[in-house]
Structure formats: C-alpha cells, structure tokens
C-alpha cells in the first residue's frame, strides 16, 4: 500500500521509519519531509496551512493511508477534507483537535466531565486578568488560548509578573490570535508523563508511556521549548497507574467528545503532572508527541500500519501492539539560540558515526540536504534516539552518539532521563 505521512520534523522521521518496516507498505510519501526523511521517504514540498495545497497533492498520489504528524494541519481541518472525500486518514477532526487548539475548549471539557486538572479562569481582557488573578496564589500558570508550538505557557513567581504576561499575549504581540484569550491556572508541582492513547472513537488502547524534557537547559532551567528530549521506559508507570489513568482520563475523554458530538479518533496525547493529589491533566495533544513520538516508536516491535488501520475502522485493541521491554531515549540537538532566535544553513558532521553506535537512530527534524551534506533548517535539529536493554546503557549510547555530531552553534541538554537514572 501507498502511505502518506504530513509534516517534516522529528516526530514525522520517527513515523516513516517505523512505516517502512511494516511489509505491508510499498511507496512512502512524506510532505514536506526534511533532509533525512527524504532517504526514506519520497519528499515533496508543501504549505501544511493550506488544506487545499494538501489535497490537491494527495488526489495526485493517491495514499491508501494518510498519516497526520503535525496539530496545524488537523487543527485546521485536514482530517474533514479527507473524511468528505473517502480517503483513509489518521486522526482528529477539526472539531475534536479543539482539545488541543483551544486550551479554553480543553479546560471547560475536564471541567464538565469531572477529569483532574488543575483550578482555572478564562479571561478575554486584562481586567478579567487582574480580577482572576485574586482567587491564584503564586507562582500561577499563564497560557495563550490557541496553539504555540509549546511556548505559550509561562510560569509567573508575581501576581505582576502574570499580568504583565497576560496583557503581552492578549495584546496579539506576541503570539497573534493564538493569545487573544488567555487561561490563568494554578501552578501544579510534580513529575509529568505524556500519556498516549489510540482511540477508534469510542474505545482506547494506551501506548507505553514518556517523559518529555520541556525547559532549554540543565536541571529544568530557562525557557519552555517544543521538547529537548525524551525516554521511555516499562518502570515509569506499573499496570495499575496505567488502567487508573485510561479508566479516569483518556475513556472519558473519548467516551465524553463522542457525547459531545465530536468523536475522537487518532492519538490522544495526555499531558499529566502527578501531584501528590494524584494524576491531572495539564493539556492535551490531540497527535504524537515530538519527541516523545522518537522514544515511543522505537520500542514498537509490532507493525504501526496495522494498528493505525485497527482505530481507523474502528476496532482498537490492546492486542495490536507489541511493545519491547528495553529503554529508549531521545536527546534533541538544537540551533544556537533556539528556543529564541537561530541561524540557519550550518553543515552538519558526524551523522554516519553517530548512527553507528549501536541501538542509535539519528532521526532529523529541522534539516537539509545539497549534494548528500546535510546542513540546520530549523529550532530542533536532530533527535538522536537510541534503545537498550536498560535505560542506563541506553542513554550512554545516545549521549557517544550526540558527541560525535557537530554543527555551529549546537546544544543539547546533558540530562535527558537523569532523574530516572538517579532514583
Ligand atoms: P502545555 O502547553 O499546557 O502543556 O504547557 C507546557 C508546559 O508548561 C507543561 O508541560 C508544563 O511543564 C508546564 N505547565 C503547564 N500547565 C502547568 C500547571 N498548571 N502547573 C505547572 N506547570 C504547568
Ligand atoms: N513534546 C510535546 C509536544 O509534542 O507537544
């Protein structure tokens, strides 16, 4: 069969080096794709803020599959152009990817169902703001309604510091529409989990858990980034955590959204802290994660078309995965400058040797390639991933691998899984 895979960064590498290795897949599609996705995959370049540019190149290559890696594509309706159209396609609605591009739909949805999340005001005007702000004590969460690749939260110490937070993104300046209503929310301590589940619509299968690194340095410091790195591993949560949070947070998500009238099917990503007060929800994905898709994938032993097929046609079970008992981990490298401003167009050195440390893949995100050398295309460069019997040995393997590659201005963070390993 012909598959398509939308999007070009780390998390689409990841997916179209796990779709190459189902035997049921015969031409592989990717757009836009990157660098290293285009010696997997055949590339071809595209605007995913255009559904029509998008359909317009699916009714070319007629996938029998289309995978939707990316929320901005989904969240504007992607998934409904191709639904009305008969082509098979993984993932969201438009209406049901609100759980992720609305954060204001999302909260009022726990709230209604009665899931975990953390107290919460909606606010439209910075009057709204300074009135809410009297019922939060400090440090309070300030976040953009509508989608910010992950940097529309901020965790302000003041009541000042999330006002004037609060009146940047409501002013449009900072992240246009996406911060024209903004959530305040109370400040919750603990260890979060990407909780991932495939959902047909009406049942969900979880698939083994991760843990994203969000902040830019060492020891959770600096600025929130789209993700610097992530692991995986079978001790992060036992059997009974795992039905505790299907049982109370992903079934009554999908069994509430197709009550609602706006069926979930596809990957619904949990975002959870585990607070002493138990597990609840910060956000919602309504995709893999990037990078926890890396981490994820790379323990699936069994055939990802045959699943993704299972929830299209509305028949998940736990039976169509099988996952490996071994650790992975996922170390991003990124652009000088990244979360903030980078340069573009660095030479990259270094890929084959680090791809042959064993248990490593070198999955690309922002990159490029003119006459078979690669150079930096965007924020998060490379998610160098690598699997073992055990997590120790296979962060070993991915920190040998991330020093033998070198490009201007690279940095990474030195403690993907440290806290894991120290305990
Ligand atoms: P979100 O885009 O909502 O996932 O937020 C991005 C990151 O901000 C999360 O992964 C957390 O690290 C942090 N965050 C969001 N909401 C809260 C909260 N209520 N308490 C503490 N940290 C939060
Ligand atoms: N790693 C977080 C995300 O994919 O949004």
């Known amino acids: 069969m012909k598959v398509l895979v939308l999007g070009g960064g780390g998390r689409e590498h990841a997916l179209v080096w796990k779709l190459r290795q189902s035997p049921r897949v015969s031409q592989l599609y990717c757009a836009p794709g990157n660098g290293g996705i285009a010696e997997e995959a055949e590339c071809f370049p595209i605007d995913l803020k255009s559904v029509q540019s998008i359909a317009t190149l699916a009714a070319r290559l007629q996938p029998d599959l289309t995978v939707v890696g990316p929320e901005l594509p989904l969240s504007l309706g992607v998934v409904d152009e191709f639904k009305q159209r008969g082509w098979p396609v993984f993932g969201p609605t438009q209406a049901a990817a609100q759980l992720e591009s609305s954060k204001s739909f999302a909260k009022e949805f726990l709230q209604r169902h009665r899931i975990p999340t953390a107290p919460f005001a909606i606010c439209d005007s910075i009057d709204e703001v300074r009135s809410a702000l009297g019922h939060f004590h400090t440090p309070v969460v300030v976040k953009a309604d509508g989608l910010a690749a992950g940097k529309g939260v901020i965790i302000a110490q003041t009541r000042e510091e999330a006002a004037g937070a609060a009146a940047e993104m409501l002013s449009g300046k900072m992240l246009g529409e996406a911060g024209a209503r903004v959530i305040l929310e109370e400040c919750l301590q603990g260890d979060e989990l990407s909780f991932l589940v495939f959902s047909d619509g009406e049942r969900v299968v979880p698939l083994v858990a991760a843990q994203d690194h969000k902040r830019v340095g060492d020891g959770d410091t600096g600025p929130n980034t789209g993700g610097m790195g992530a692991y995986s591993t079978t001790e992060m949560i036992d059997d009974q955590m795992r039905d505790w949070l299907v049982h109370h947070i992903a079934q009554p998500v999908v069994t509430g959204m197709k009550a609602e009238g706006t069926e979930f099917q596809g990957v619904l990503y949990c975002g959870l802290m585990m607070t002493a007060r138990g597990p609840m929800v910060l956000e919602f994905n309504c995709r893999f994660g990037d990078p926890e898709a890396q981490p994820i994938l790379m323990r699936l032993d069994s055939d990802l078309v045959e699943a993704i097929e299972a929830s299209i046609e509305g028949r998940v ?31 990259i050195d270094g890929l084959a040797e680090a791809g042959a440390v064993e248990g490593v893949k070198v999955f690309h995100a922002g990159t490029s390639q003119r006459d078979g050398v690669f150079y930096t295309a965007g924020g998060r460069v490379l998610g160098v991933t690598a699997r073992a019997r055990d997590l120790k040995t296979a962060v070993a393997r991915a920190y040998q691998a991330c020093a033998r590659i070198s490009f201007e201005g690279a940095h990474y963070r030195k403690d993907i899984a440290g806290r894991a390993l120290k305990k």
Not at 330 to 339: E, H, I, K, L
């Open 317 to 347: 079970s736990d039976g169509d995965f099988r996952w490996s008992q071994d650790a992975s981990v996922c170390v991003v490298m990124a652009s000088g400058g990244y979360p903030g401003t980078f340069a573009v167009g660095k030479r």
